[in-house]
């Protein structure tokens, strides 16, 4: 059973960095496409950013530049380091996996490409 648990959320000003964190299990960890998504009360969770089995990174537009996704596949992990926050990032942040394929493809930032997701870890961006 594959899962998947996130951490490293919290509440920072403007500006700050935080670095979340999504700990995989239950799968052969090198074979996937991993994403980071977000969700705030009324929208759609929205893709930010992907990574697949060769390290090939995919972003949304609205973050190019200030975050980064990386994985350490030592440790079935995959981090997203996000810098100079801004208050629009405050949101639930998910992880989520396909083991089905090892390439993203155009598809990383699709909710229905992914068959697992994390319980989520909030972070808050103040003003």
């Known amino acids: 059973q594959v899962q998947l648990v996130e951490s490293g959320g919290g509440s920072v000003q403007s500006g700050g960095s935080l670095r979340l964190s999504c700990a995989a299990s239950?799968?052969?960890?090198?074979?996937?496409?991993m994403g980071w998504f977000r969700q705030t009360p009324g929208k759609e969770r929205e893709g930010v950013a992907g990574?697949?089995?060769?390290?090939?990174?995919s972003y949304a537009d609205s973050v190019k530049g200030r975050f980064t996704i990386s994985q350490d596949n030592a440790k079935n992990t995959v981090y997203l380091q996000m810098n100079s926050l801004k208050p629009e990032d405050t949101a639930m942040y998910y992880c989520?996996?396909?083991?089905?394929?090892?390439?993203?493809?155009?598809?990383?930032?699709?909710?229905?490409?992914?068959?697992?997701w994390g319980q989520g870890t909030q972070v808050t961006v103040s003003s």
């Open positions: 989520a996996a396909d083991v089905t394929y090892d390439t993203c493809s155009s598809s990383w930032s699709v909710m229905q490409f992914f068959a697992y």
């Open positions: 239950g799968y052969t960890y090198s074979s996937h496409c």
């Open positions: 990574i697949d089995s060769d390290g090939s990174t």
